[in-house]
T-cell receptor
Framework: EAGVAQSPRYKIIEKRQSVAFWCNPISGHATLYWYQQILGQGPKLLIQFQNNGVVDDSQLPKDRFSAERLKGVDSTLKIQPAKLEDSAVYLC????????????FGEGSRLTVL | SQQGEEDPQALSIQEGENATMNCSYKTSINNLQWYRQNSGRGLVHLILIRSNEREKHSGRLRVTLDTSKKSSSLLITASRAADTASYFCATDGSSNTGKLIFGQGTTLQVKP
């Protein structure tokens, strides 16, 4: 079974530029999550989708971050314009149902903002 | 805000020794999970313990949960160099949406 796929693995941009990250969850997984992990910290949930609907985006900085999950499968997370403090690893995870259960994580996309 | 707080932040032991990590959380939960993260990689699920369970085992892992103290511990027995990683506890904060809130993590180094 293929795992959660993310791209790109690494991205370096200058502040005020834009960037997009892509995630393909495990086939059949209805719930998809985007987490932000700053160096030395635990992951922080940015947004949670159930199929193509948003369940929780309370911690998503909506003035600069946006995310979509068209057709309830792949998802894209965009940052525009980027700030220095956005430097982090962006982790995508998926789960089968979104209830009680484990999350399956991708390898992450490491963003450096200069 | 982080729900769980791990203790210690860092732990260094010799191969063969046991490693114990603790997690405290703030609100009621349905379940608590532990994850491992190797350097530069994604998180991998280790074990899930429900709020009505007190102890759970999986191979060399032993997890305990004390809901009255809002705390959990992860014990890794007979550690190996390959256990070197960061370990995170995560709670659902009594949510049924599958949302997990992670702690800051414990960095474990196992010296060969």
């Amino acid at each position: 079974e293929a795992g959660v796929a993310q791209s790109p693995r690494y991205k370096i941009i200058e502040k005020r530029q834009s960037v997009a990250f892509w995630c393909n969850p495990i086939s059949g997984h209805a719930t998809l999550y985007w987490y932000q992990q700053i160096l030395g910290q635990g992951p922080k949930l940015l947004i949670q989708f159930q199929n193509n609907g948003v369940v929780d985006d309370s911690q998503l900085p909506k003035d600069r971050f946006s995310a979509e999950r068209l057709k309830g499968v792949d998802s894209t997370l965009k940052i525009q314009p980027a700030k220095l403090e956005d430097s982090a690893v962006y982790l995508c995870a998926s789960s089968l149902t979104g209830g009680v259960g484990e999350l399956f994580f991708g390898e992450g996309s490491r963003l450096t903002v200069l | 805000s982080q729900q769980g707080e791990e203790d210690p932040q860092a732990l260094s032991i010799q191969e063969g020794e046991n490693a114990t990590m603790n997690c405290s959380y703030k609100t009621s939960i349905n379940n608590l999970q532990w994850y491992r993260q190797n350097s530069g990689r994604g998180l991998v699920h280790l074990i899930l313990i429900r709020s009505n369970e007190r102890e759970k085992h999986s191979g060399r892992l032993r997890v305990t949960l004390d809901t009255s103290k809002k705390s959990s511990s992860l014990l890794i027995t007979a550690s190996r160099a390959a256990d070197t990683a960061s370990y995170f506890c995560a709670t659902d904060g009594s949510s049924n949406t599958g949302k997990l809130i992670f702690g800051q993590g414990t960095t474990l180094q196992v010296k060969p």
